[in-house]
């Protein structure tokens, strides 16, 4: 019996936390050696990182950036260690600067992050839900909702969604770029952190958003962000954006006010430890040995336990999550199923703006942070939770 089941494991008293992306113990230990890498103070502008100055980042860490977004230096500014901080700021600094105005409307990708909606619904910008596709957002219904005229943005995750791991089709990509906005001061913030995050296969390269605004004569729409939170270590990684040069002078302006100096030493531990695109993607290399058997082991239990029960999860080659979809009006009654079993996964709902998943269908999980053992025990009470809700 499924009940039986259930409360047998329910007696084994488990305590484990898949609602976030975290990178497991072994994953951050990959890059201890980051601690002891400096030889020198100095970057090679001869700045002295230890004092004031260089403001938007260091030209070593620029040109890492550079390459891994495919953009030129001088359209980078290089940030502090959370690129959802550095989002924040630009939207702070977009209605500051009167750019936008707080009760105008997003685009939400959905499934999407909820670090992007709780932005969106502390600046009191209204979201509206896009579907997401195999091949990104539904653009039939971005371009019909890009016609209202308070429509002033858009979050994008263009590789390996999150939470579905999708990665936009370079048709998406251009039609993001050309489409027509009654909005005149319509911005895409295209949130690229898992651009290198492959654990299968090659790394995914897509069509570039800001060359291909730039040559539909909408340069100032791409707000590009990047992260090395996943790549070095969470707590102290770099991150930066990339925009187009006229329109960095905004946030530059405000960098000016805000700081007399970020943390140029952490910005150069991480030039001397990883010197280039090549050395990042190496590193990843590193990741993806230790991420794929957990992803592939999930797969598997999954594709097993899931059959014949109406629920179903997408297969990715990369990215940190999981995405399940229960049958409709489930969701929620396995979420606390779980949570009462001793598995916590993200909320339900929360992977839609105001977190209102429509038809309470949507759940994810992020196995990274978990050992093999732990997926496998996380996922048989899923399994579980799944049938029993199914059955109720």
């Not at 039986?4 to 975290?22: F, M, P, T, V």
């Not at 371009?143 to 994008?156: F, N």
């Not at 060359?211 to 990047?226: D, I, K, S």
């Amino acid at each position: 019996m499924i009940q039986d089941h259930y409360q047998a494991l329910k007696a084994r008293n488990l305590s484990i936390n898949a609602s976030r992306g975290r990178p497991h113990t072994s994953q951050v230990d990959l890059c201890s050696g980051m601690l002891s890498s400096l030889e020198t103070h100095f970057s090679e502008d001869g700045a002295d990182v230890r004092n004031y100055g260089g403001l938007d980042g260091i030209p070593e860490m620029k040109r890492i950036f550079a390459q891994i977004l495919d953009v030129s230096p001088q359209n980078i500014i290089v940030g502090g260690n959370s690129s959802i901080s550095m989002m924040f700021d630009c939207i702070a600094a977009l209605i500051h600067k009167g750019i936008w105005a707080a009760g105008q409307k997003f685009l939400c990708p959905s499934p999407g992050y909820d670090k992007h909606f709780a932005i969106c619904e502390y600046f009191g910008l209204k979201m509206l839900s896009v579907p997401m596709t195999l091949t990104g957002p539904d653009m039939d219904v971005t371009e019909a909702l890009a016609k209202d005229p308070d429509v002033a943005g858009m979050w994008c995750v263009p590789v390996f969604s999150n939470p579905q791991g999708y990665i936009y089709s370079d048709e998406t990509i251009k039609r993001l770029a050309s489409m027509p906005t009654a909005c005149p001061s319509f911005r895409l913030l295209w949130d690229d952190a898992y651009s290198v995050h492959n654990f299968r296969g090659t790394r995914p390269r897509i069509a570039n958003i800001l060359h291909e605004c730039t040559n539909c004569g909408n340069a100032a729409r791409p707000l590009l962000f990047t992260s090395f939170s996943k790549i070095s270590t969470p707590g102290a990684g770099v991150v930066c954006m990339a925009a187009d040069e006229n329109e960095l002078k905004i946030f530059r302006e405000r960098i000016n006010i805000q700081t007399i100096g970020p943390d140029k030493i952490n910005q150069l531990r991480h030039a001397h430890f990883f010197k280039d695109l090549s050395g990042v993607l190496a590193h990843m290399k590193k990741h993806a040995n230790i991420l794929r058997p957990k992803f592939e082991r999930a797969y598997e239990v999954l594709e097993t336990g899931l059959a014949g029960t109406g629920a179903s999860f997408i297969q990715s080659d990369g990215g940190y999550f999981i995405s399940i979809d229960t049958p409709p009006g489930c969701a929620k009654k396995v979420w606390q199923l779980c949570k009462e079993a001793g598995v916590l996964l993200t909320d339900a709902g929360a992977t839609y703006p105001y977190g209102n998943d429509p038809l309470d269908t949507n759940l994810r999980l992020a196995p990274t942070g978990l050992s093999i053992d732990e997926i496998e025990q996380a996922l048989e009470v899923l399994i579980v939770a799944v049938k029993l809700a199914v059955l109720k």
